[in-house]
């Protein structure tokens, strides 16, 4: 991706829609289990603009959000884990599929990586690794946070063809989308 002052204003407002749903995040107190939309604005920045911008929207994003709207500590495996949100769907891009299959391919990979693997191990380790084994707190933070994400998955294909229409021609005018 290029960075020029176009393109870093679209990632801006991706950014800043990505601080509001960091803050409107709602967390279930002592569970580490939270509901959140930030997967959509991360999922834009990876799929329209590269993974390089999902990732810098990510991590800008859930930092700016930390600072803004502290919900406990800050933990930086969590930032690492908002930055993947966005980079993989612009890696999963490029892969020789149907959009759909990319969006769900997309979704799929960073719940198992992301909610399922990072996010899950760094609450564990933070606040529950001395109550109960972290196989037990998979298994009890699965059901909310596959639930989150297909909240966040259907609300995503659904609210693709306006961002195809206001998102895609901005990104394919900065060449920003593989050919």
Not at 1 to 25: D, G, H, P, R
Not at 91 to 115: D, G
Request: hydrophobic share 55%.
């Amino acid at each position: 991706m290029k960075f020029t002052a176009k393109n870093i204003a679209y990632l801006a407002l991706l950014t800043a829609i990505s601080v509001i749903t960091n803050t409107l995040t709602l967390t279930v107190p002592g569970s580490g289990i939270a509901v959140s939309f930030t997967y959509i604005p991360n999922f834009l920045a990876g799929y329209f603009f590269g993974p390089g911008a999902g990732f810098i929207v990510g991590v800008i994003g859930d930092a700016l959000g930390c600072i803004i709207w502290p919900k406990g500590a800050w933990l930086p495996l969590l930032t690492l884990s908002a930055g993947l949100m966005g980079a993989i769907p612009g890696l999963v891009r490029y892969l020789p599929v149907s959009r759909r299959w990319h969006i769900a391919i997309a979704y799929v990979a960073t719940y198992i990586i992301c909610s399922a693997g990072i996010n899950t191990f760094t609450l564990w380790h933070a606040y529950a690794a001395t109550k109960k084994t972290f196989w037990v707190y998979l298994i009890a933070k699965m059901p909310v946070s596959m639930a989150n994400m297909a909240a966040n998955l259907v609300l995503n294909f659904l609210l693709m063809p306006l961002f195809d229409r206001i998102i895609a021609p901005r990104a394919k005018r900065a060449n920003a989308q593989p050919e």
